[in-house]
């Protein structure tokens, strides 16, 4: 078996790319559950920089949301000195292992890969390398940290499975340099669908900005886009498949009122979906106005956030560059002398 490269604890690496406007889904399915991880698991939550210039950016605007997000990461509750919170591209050793992991991946694998054929769509006029070779990058990501498990949604999981295909090759040929990572799973419930459209799940890139509770909405923002979501004219607060609108709302209710789905539907039993909604909306202002109330005072903390990003970065290298190290020996790179 792979050391444990933190003595004890398991390690759980998490990559978010700061591109679109967070959303509510993103909130109650990803950050706000990370804070309960990071007493369990040694956490390294990544802004993926190198990511998102697989599609062009505007860089003002990329260096914005990428420090948004990390101190948004804090807002919610993240513990900077317990957690390492930090920019991908402040270690080399996330670009330095992709190299390397590129020359142990398939064309074959990575043609197979269906963002790439949705993304090479959608962005036909810059069907890039880099966006070809993305899951590499994502494979170095984890692997740098002998990740034990990694947080994914549905749609990153066939990433994930070549990252353990990519890391189960290396150590096939070079004994055990790599831990092989899990999927965290989360617990059901705590995916969030769109308020227009309950079939699909919200996303920060819907084009109906009605469809989704951006986190830093204000409470009139928030109020007004449930009132307007999508319900049924079957008249009942009640927890079933015939009625995904409704379904999708006692679920954000569930989780932001910390109510159980058997409670929600007897306190609206007989009541109608106007009061429901208000009920929704103002559970859903109640944990957003606190959080953007942080988000912004943090924000204003230049200093402290610059400290942060200094130190989690040298953290982060420090731990990346004991894998990368061990992969360059492996692989017959030469000595560094010192
Ligand atoms: N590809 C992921 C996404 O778009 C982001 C990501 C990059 C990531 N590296 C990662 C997620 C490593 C988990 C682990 O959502």
Same mark, same amino acid.
């Given at each position: 078996?792979?050391?444990r490269m933190i003595d004890g604890k398991k390690s759980l690496?998490?990559?978010?790319?700061?591109?679109?406007?967070?959303?509510?889904?993103?909130?109650?399915?990803?950050?706000?559950?990370?804070?309960?991880l990071s007493d369990e698991y040694e956490c390294f939550?990544?802004?993926?920089?190198? !990511?998102?210039?697989?599609?062009?950016?505007?860089? &003002?605007?990329?260096?914005?949301?990428?420090?948004?997000?990390?101190?948004?990461?804090?807002?919610?509750?993240?513990?900077?000195?317990k957690n390492t919170?930090?920019?991908?591209? !402040?270690?080399? &050793?996330?670009?330095?292992?992709?190299?390397?992991?590129?020359?142990?991946?398939?064309?074959?694998?990575?043609?197979?890969?269906?963002?790439?054929?949705?993304?090479?769509?959608?962005? &036909?006029?810059?069907?890039?390398?880099?966006?070809?070779?993305?899951?590499?990058?994502?494979?170095?990501?984890?692997?740098?940290f002998q990740a034990d498990v990694?947080? @994914?949604?549905?749609?990153?999981?066939?990433?994930?499975?070549?990252?353990?295909?990519?890391?189960?090759?290396? *150590?096939?040929?070079?004994?055990?340099?790599?831990?092989?990572?899990?999927?965290?799973?989360?617990?059901?419930?705590?995916?969030?669908?769109?308020?227009?459209?309950?079939?699909?799940?919200?996303?920060?890139?819907?084009?109906?900005? *009605?469809?989704?509770?951006?986190?830093?909405?204000?409470?009139?923002?928030?109020?007004?886009?449930?009132?307007?979501?999508?319900?049924?004219?079957?008249?009942?607060?009640?927890?079933?498949?015939?009625?995904?609108?409704?379904?999708?709302?006692?679920?954000?209710?569930?989780?932001? +009122?910390?109510?159980?789905?058997?409670?929600?539907?007897?306190?609206?039993?007989?009541?109608?979906?106007?009061?429901?909604?208000?009920?929704?909306?103002?559970? @859903?202002? +109640?944990?957003?106005?606190?959080?953007?109330?942080?988000?912004?005072?943090?924000?204003?903390?230049?200093?402290?956030?610059?400290?942060?990003?200094?130190?989690?970065?040298?953290?982060?290298?420090?731990y &990346?560059?004991?894998?990368?190290?061990?992969?360059?020996?492996?692989?017959?790179?030469?000595?560094?002398?010192?």
């Amino acid at each position: 078996m792979v050391k444990r490269m933190i003595d004890g604890k398991k390690s759980l690496f998490s990559g978010m790319q700061a591109t679109g406007n967070l959303t509510l889904g993103n909130y109650l399915g990803a950050l706000r559950n990370f804070v309960k991880l990071s007493d369990e698991y040694e956490c390294f939550f990544c802004v993926v920089d190198e !990511h998102s210039i697989t599609v062009r950016q505007d860089p &003002a605007e990329l260096r914005k949301r990428a420090r948004n997000l990390l101190t948004l990461y804090i807002a919610a509750g993240l513990d900077p000195k317990k957690n390492t919170i930090y920019y991908q591209s !402040h270690v080399s &050793a996330h670009a330095e292992l992709a190299w390397i992991l590129n020359c142990f991946t398939y064309m074959g694998e990575l043609q197979r890969m269906t963002q790439f054929k949705d993304k090479s769509a959608k962005h &036909a006029d810059n069907i890039n390398a880099g966006l070809f070779t993305y899951p590499v990058l994502m494979a170095a990501d984890i692997l740098l940290f002998q990740a034990d498990v990694v947080p @994914v949604g549905s749609d990153q999981m066939q990433h994930l499975e070549l990252t353990r295909d990519i890391a189960g090759r290396f *150590n096939s040929i070079y004994g055990d340099v790599f831990t092989i990572p899990e999927p965290y799973l989360g617990k059901a419930g705590a995916r969030i669908m769109s308020l227009q459209d309950p079939s699909k799940k919200m996303s920060k890139s819907d084009e109906n900005p *009605n469809a989704s509770i951006y986190l830093m909405d204000d409470k009139d923002t928030i109020m007004r886009k449930f009132k307007r979501a999508v319900t049924d004219s079957m008249a009942q607060v009640k927890y079933n498949d015939e009625q995904p609108g409704v379904k999708n709302l006692i679920d954000i209710y569930s989780v932001c +009122s910390n109510k159980s789905v058997a409670e929600v539907e007897a306190e609206f039993d007989g009541k109608g979906y106007g009061e429901f909604k208000e009920a929704v909306g103002e559970s @859903v202002a +109640s944990i957003l106005v606190p959080l953007q109330s942080e988000f912004n005072r943090l924000s204003s903390e230049k200093a402290f956030i610059d400290e942060i990003i200094k130190e989690n970065a040298e953290k982060a290298s420090y731990y &990346a560059n004991k894998t990368l190290r061990k992969v360059q020996k492996k692989i017959g790179y030469p000595e560094r002398i010192r």
